[in-house]
């Protein structure tokens, strides 16, 4: 299986050396300290 393409793109079209999309929010519990939620790439 080829995971970069003839044209030098990954399979979710992101070139070899580009990251993933990265989120993070904080607060994500409002009745909760110190809580976050982390999202990298295209994860639901």
């Known amino acids: 299986m080829d995971y970069v ?3 030098g ?4 079209g ?4 580009e990251m993933r999309q990265f ?3 904080l607060g994500a519990v ?3 300290d110190r ?3 982390f ?3 295209d994860g639901d």
């Open 39 to 41: 999202q990298m790439g």
């Open 30 to 32: 409002s009745r909760a």
């Open 23 to 25: 989120r993070a929010e």
């Open 5 to 7: 393409s003839p044209e």
């Open 9 to 12: 793109l990954r399979l979710d």
């Open 14 to 17: 992101r070139r070899p050396m």
């Open 35 to 37: 809580t976050a939620v």
